[in-house]
């Protein structure tokens, strides 16, 4: 039975019959560049064809995008970048383990591109990207990324925060605690180094720059705090 939710019996399609139905979900696709670009992965994917190069050429071609985002396209591209964390977390992993990370840290820069072209709170977007942030720490100790290294992209990303999609990466990182601790003693540590750091030579600090360093090891020791 069909609801609300999906007016569209999946029973029902299946008995359309394959062929049938890819040519109809090929001619959906030539009016519709999402559904467009998710089709072409899974081609190359079935085809086994260089599938981290399949996903890094779909996040660029997201990336290039200029055109403004009401309500309806920003819920749509929500679900294509949920597609292209899938990927990277089940497709790339299998393929090429260490570019993994890599591709998860540059679906996260599509924020910016997102946040700039909509008026729209992009809650669906946002959620995907806390999602995201789990699976990026668990690509890069499958991946066995230097902690070090980690820490640091971690700590640039938390002070790049314009939109505020890294928000919930530190909190991401301190639930992995139990089975990445590597990464969260390193990131700590490099959090308190840099607060330990002596004013510069004008005597002053970046205020700005000590209170997210600060919020960050706050919310490090405990993901609840504000």
């Known amino acids: 039975m069909s609801d609300e939710g999906n007016p569209i019996d999946v029973n029902a ?28 992965f899974e081609l ?10 399949t996903v890094r050429r779909w996040i660029n071609e997201l990336r290039e995008q200029t055109l403004f985002l009401g309500a309806e396209q920003l819920d749509e591209l929500a679900r294509e970048f949920d597609a292209i964390r899938g990927a990277v977390v089940s497709n790339v992993s299998q393929a ?29 977007v946002g959620r995907v990207f806390d999602q995201a942030y789990a699976d990026l720490v668990k690509v890069s100790v499958d991946a066995e990324v230097e902690p070090k290294l980690f820490a ?10 314009a939109h505020g999609e890294y928000s919930a990466l530190i909190p991401a990182i301190s639930s992995a ?17 840099l607060l330990d750091e002596p004013p510069g030579l ?7 720059r000590c209170r997210l360093l600060r919020r960050a090891l706050r919310e490090l020791d405990s993901p609840s705090a504000a």
């Open 44 to 53: 190359s994917a079935q085809k086994h064809e260089n599938i981290p190069e």
């Open 152 to 161: 640091e992209k971690v700590v640039s990303a938390i002070g790049s925060n």
């Open 96 to 124: 090429a383990l260490t570019l993994a990370p890599d591709l998860m840290w540059q679906l996260f820069t599509l924020a910016g591109t997102v946040y700039e072209r909509t008026t729209e709170e992009g809650w669906e």
């Open 177 to 193: 605690q139990p089975w990445a601790s590597a990464y969260f003693v390193e990131i700590r540590a490099l959090l308190q180094r």
């Open 202 to 208: 004008n005597g002053s600090t970046n205020s700005e």
């Open 13 to 40: 399609l299946a008995a359309i019959g394959s062929k049938r139905l890819a040519t109809l979900l090929a001619e959906a696709a030539m009016t519709n560049p999402s559904m467009l670009r998710r089709l072409q």
